[in-house]
């Protein structure tokens, strides 16, 4: 099959997933408590599962321990420490240049 | 009549978007970093740089983008890609559930079109921001943040499909996904039942780490959102307990 069509499919797919609670679950009355309980958790839960599986995982063998690691570290410091996203960003990726850097 | 009290509104819910621009900003370097990084791959895997552009504008979500991309360069069946990209990208069935209440009172065409530009980075910022906005101004701070970040990431796949893979490899800018999102999610953190729902996810994400499709993603959010519902509804009967106690 085309590219073309794949990404097709593909976008099609996924918009009907994002457009599908906005849809489906307009009225909060009718989601049961422990759900919106758990709704309100989604960001954190994202948030956590890409972080953690982009970090300790490639491509579904385990992370060989190093720059990666540290550097988020730093930027999680930064974050709890300036409460700012960009500080944390940049914090954290100069520490993975200068990791890099060092390393190669 | 409505073009006037349109152009008397108007500096204000500009003025609302644009606040919704600046609480994502810095996020668009890492954004366009990987929009680039797409364009180079697509251009390394000799696919049609007009495919390309039409992918990115489309399914406008760059880790199953990828996905697809790297399915098609495995001779994998068009199917398997689909579905990947598809799977990988279910987690915006949650954005979507979470962002409803908060969205029920925009118009219609307001709820489609926002969908259309949900990324994790701009859901997660609407979310945190939702409270607390009055329904216009809400509407306005998540088309500030979403649609603006949706450009750079097309701009940003643009020039990588122009310069191709002008970032050495070894500088992995893989790092960027973590990086980016410890940046949105660590400055908001409040409460203990938020740290429960990240050791949740983080439990189911690292256990699966041999499940294909990024079913441990999706499963490990799935796990989080439990995790911390569950503790946080335990603590609030904890509370009531104690109340009543004293």
Redesign the interface.
């Known amino acids: ?1 085309n ?9 099609i ?3 009907l ?12 009355e009718r ?1 049961p408590v ?1 759900v919106r ?21 490639d491509h ?3 992370r060989a321990f190093g ?2 690691h540290i ?2 570290a730093v ?2 410091a930064m ?2 420490w ?5 500080w ?2 940049l914090a ?2 100069l520490v ?2 200068a990791l ?1 850097a060092t390393v ?1 | 009549m409505t073009r006037r009290s349109f152009l008397r509104v108007a500096p204000r819910q500009w003025s609302d978007a644009w606040d919704g621009t600046k609480a994502i900003a ?2 668009m ?2 954004c366009a970093i990987f929009g680039m990084a797409f364009g180079a791959l697509i251009r390394d895997a000799g ?2 740089p007009w ?1 390309g552009l ?2 990115t504008t ?4 760059g880790a ?2 990828i996905a ?1 991309v790297e399915a ?1 360069r495995a001779n994998a069946p ?1 199917i398997v ?2 579905l990947t ?2 799977l990988i ?13 908060m ?2 009172e925009f118009p219609r065409r307001w ?2 079109g ?3 530009f ?1 990324t ?1 980075q701009s ?2 910022i609407a ?2 921001e939702a409270e607390g906005q009055e329904v216009v101004r809400r509407r306005w701070f998540a088309a500030g943040a979403s649609v603006s970040f949706v450009v750079v990431w097309v701009l940003g796949t643009i020039l990588g499909l122009i310069l191709g893979p002008i970032i050495p490899e ?3 800018v ?2 960027i ?13 409040r409460n203990l ?2 740290l429960v ?6 439990a ?3 256990l699966g ?3 294909p499709f ?1 079913l ?2 999706f499963f ?7 995790a ?2 569950t503790f ?2 335990w603590q609030e009967k904890r509370r009531a307990v104690v109340g009543g106690l004293s």
């Open positions: 099959m590219i073309w069509l794949i990404f097709l499919a593909a976008a797919g996924t918009y997933i994002r457009i599908s609670g906005v849809v489906l679950l307009k009225d909060e989601i422990p309980r758990a709704l309100r958790m989604v960001g954190p839960a994202a948030m956590g599962a890409i972080i953690v599986n982009s970090l300790f995982l579904g063998e385990w720059a990666w550097a988020a930027a999680i974050a709890i300036r409460r700012s996203e960009g944390s960003m954290g990726a993975f240049a890099i190669a | 810095p996020l370097v890492g696919i049609n495919a039409f992918g489309t399914v406008v979500a199953s983008q697809i098609v068009a890609a689909i990209a598809i990208n279910a987690r915006f069935a949650l954005y979507s559930a979470a962002l409803a209440p969205w029920a709820r489609f926002l969908a259309y949900m994790d859901a997660v979310m945190r070894h500088w992995q893989g790092f996904v973590p990086l980016m999102f410890i940046a949105v999610l660590v400055p908001g953190l039942a938020q729902t990240i050791a949740g996810a983080a189911v994400v690292l780490h041999g499940w990024g441990n993603v490990g959010i799935i796990a989080g959102m439990a911390g519902a946080d509804a």
